[in-house]
Structures are given as structure tokens and as C-alpha cells.
């Protein structure tokens, strides 16, 4: 079944510290990919995205994201975590046939001093 | 702030009662789209209109209807509301038809509480 999968639900990092959060597709075909993060009690803002080319996309705020077609992974990264990160990350699939777009289930994101 | 903007911010109302959710898409976005967001679901996709057509639909109820309007403003009529209608509905628009290309603003949302 198509899918899009963030396996981990809730990541806790110390500030500082490097993170990456994992997210896997299901799709036969490549798919155009996103990141969103979302604050408590905001919509959702777009961190990145990659459609085509260099496979290693730099997004806001100091993130970055590498698609990786072998695994059917985007998975998203920080070197340095800072405080105000803390927030649900979600990543999303776009598919041009069918006009699909599909978000994943989201991972909590919380940073410790 | 993306431009999309919403109304009310917040919605209380009972069981049964039929409520209307806005949507002003961001200036220039011919696309609107529809989520509702809650605790056991995560985002769900309601719904996709493109400059007042019907492109899309997800896991909307019956009891959910949506429309866009000539001005490009959309609203989501809930109906014959239940407890578990409770949640944040999210409207997005983007530029174009193509739902899987495009970028998505969000806008603030509206918290619904049904009691």
C-alpha cells in the first residue's frame, strides 16, 4: 500500500546536540518530497523540499534534508538543536499522477536544556 | 505569516448543530485544501478545490461540504456535528491545480469543540 511513514513518534534531543528525524515512502514512483515543522497552536510552516537534482537540500532555520532513492528515504537533520526546534515535524509526498499529497503521521520533536 | 488567513480562530458549539469554517487563501493561490488535524488521526485530507472546482477528496464525511467561491474564498460546512468532529481544521492554498508539485500555505487554523 502507498505510504508515507515516520517511524518514530516522539524524539527527545539535548540543545546542542545533532538530530535526525527518519521518514520512508511507498510510492512506485519517485514522488516529490516536503518537510513541514509545526509549533504548538500553528499551522504548518515549510522547512524544505526536493523535486529534483542535488539529492541533499538545505531548507530554514539551519535543517536539511537527503533523499535517498535506494532506501525511499527524506530523511530531515540538524547539526545543533536549539530550544525553540521543539515542535511537530512532518513530512509529506506529493504525487503529480493522481494530484495526491500525503502528510505522514509526524514526529514530536522535544529539546532539553 | 503565510497569508492564508481563517476564521473564527476558535468554534464551540453542541452535538447535532451545523457550524461554517473560512478560508482566504493567500493572494493569487487558485488552490484551497481542506485538513482536519486531531489527537488519534493525525492531518487528514478533507478536501481540494482549484478556482471553484472540486479537484480532490479524502476521508471527508458526508456531513462535510466545501465549496470556493469567485473570490476564491472557501468555507467547510460541518454538519449534524459529534463529539469526535472535535479537532483543528486546517485550510492551505497554493498556486496551482497540481496538488503533488506545489508547495502548501497553511493557514492558522480553526479549533472546533463540540460538547
Request: proline share 4%.
Amino acid at each position: 500500500a502507498q505510504s508515507v511513514t515516520q517511524p518514530d513518534i516522539h524524539i527527545t534531543v539535548s540543545e546542542g546536540a545533532s538530530l535526525e528525524l527518519r521518514c520512508n515512502y511507498s510510492y512506485g514512483a519517485t514522488p516529490y518530497l516536503f518537510w513541514y515543522v509545526q509549533s504548538p497552536g500553528q499551522g504548518l510552516q515549510l522547512l524544505l523540499k526536493y523535486f529534483s537534482g542535488d539529492t541533499l537540500v538545505q531548507g530554514i532555520k539551519g535543517f536539511e534534508a537527503e533523499f535517498k532513492r535506494s532506501q525511499s528515504s527524506f530523511n530531515l537533520r540538524k547539526p545543533s538543536v536549539h530550544w525553540s526546534d521543539a515542535a511537530e515535524y512532518f513530512c509529506a509526498v506529493g504525487l503529480i499522477t493522481g494530484n495526491q499529497f500525503y502528510f505522514g503521521t509526524g514526529t514530536s520533536l522535544t529539546v532539553i536544556p | 505569516d503565510s497569508g492564508v488567513t481563517q476564521t473564527p480562530k476558535h468554534l464551540i458549539t453542541a452535538t447535532g448543530q451545523r457550524v461554517t469554517l473560512r478560508c482566504s487563501p493567500r493572494s493569487g493561490d487558485l488552490s484551497v485544501y481542506w485538513y482536519q488535524q486531531s489527537l488519534d488521526q493525525g492531518l487528514q485530507f478533507l478536501i481540494h478545490y482549484y478556482n471553484g472546482e472540486e479537484r480532490a477528496k479524502g476521508n471527508i464525511l458526508e456531513r462535510f461540504s466545501a465549496q470556493q467561491f469567485p473570490d476564491l474564498h472557501s468555507e467547510l460546512n460541518l454538519s449534524s456535528l459529534e463529539l469526535g468532529d472535535s479537532a483543528l481544521y486546517f485550510c492551505a492554498s497554493s498556486p496551482t491545480r497540481l496538488a503533488g508539485y506545489n508547495e502548501q500555505f497553511f493557514g492558522p487554523g480553526t479549533r472546533l469543540t463540540v460538547l
